[in-house]
């Protein structure tokens, strides 16, 4: 009887299933087994909600109501720096690098070389989190799997040992960089939305760095659009230079072209040369982004901090 009187003053927790099949599948697949166990620790599901896809607004207002703690970070996009700027948002809990990497536990990886980390959903402040990587093989050198069987586990040290990152910053960086052009293609679909009021509404306060912003020129039109040869910035210039952009879909297959793994004539290596180049390519970017949108939480993107 006290343990029911107890459950019913427990805040709810309501985890928040990410886009991607792969691991939406398998968390599906966790829950369904393990409903009931859920079920008896106050655990419930909401829906699937696409942060990726543009329900980050439906992400903050279950942030918003008092009796839920929730939260769903996916590595793979921008969404743990979301996470983290909903500080406004009532019973909320951000998980911060070292969170994640004392807490966090092992990865695993699945049959088709996904590495992602389940861990039966471990349990962080009484907030359970399922925290998922969706396709890291694509920025570990293909040897580092090779040194594990599928299926086993695998402690996150040991990996950002061998990739050479010592801590989720530099593993975040890495993911960024790989997915740099779907990233951008993202940034401009919620700028053209406009996700900021929601957001000013639900989450607070904008928490960028005031130098930041004072220190970033916006580039000059022929900056935004210079060309450089085979990494689809020019288009994503473009994309950020006129809001109104025809033949969206042809230029999201172009940037697909030379960014997504598995697509004939992607570079699979980059020399130091390029790859200096397209990071500075991509700060230019990013500053733009800031000077532009400094007051849209959700396009805050400081890659150097998380």
Known sequence: MKRTQEMKHMKKTIIHLGAHKTGTTLIQNWMAQNSATLSKNGIGVSRNIDLAGGDFEQFCFELSKPRNRTISIDAARTDIRRVRNNIGCPD?????????????????????????????????????????????????????????????????????????????????????????????????????????????????????EPDIVENTEIPTVEDQNRSISDTGITILKRIWTHTDVPNRPAVFKEIQKIHHTGVENRPTLLNAEQRNTILTRHKESHDFLVKNYANDDDFIINKYKI
């Open 92 to 208: 909320s809990h951000i998980i911060s690098k070292e969170n994640i990497l004392g807490e966090a536990g092992r990865l695993y990886i699945n049959s088709d070389n996904t590495l992602f980390h389940l861990n039966k959903i471990f349990n962080y402040d009484n907030t359970m989190v399922i925290f998922y990587i969706r396709r890291i093989d694509e920025f570990i050198e293909s040897h580092v799997l090779q040194q594990y069987a599928h299926g086993n586990e695998i402690p996150i040290e040991d990996v950002l040992e061998s990739i050479g990152n010592r801590t989720w910053a530099d593993v975040v960086e890495s993911i960024e960089r790989h997915f740099h052009g779907r990233f951008c293609l993202e940034f401009y679909e919620r700028i053209k939305h406009g996700i900021a009021p929601f957001l000013k509404r639900f989450c607070g306060a904008c928490n960028i």
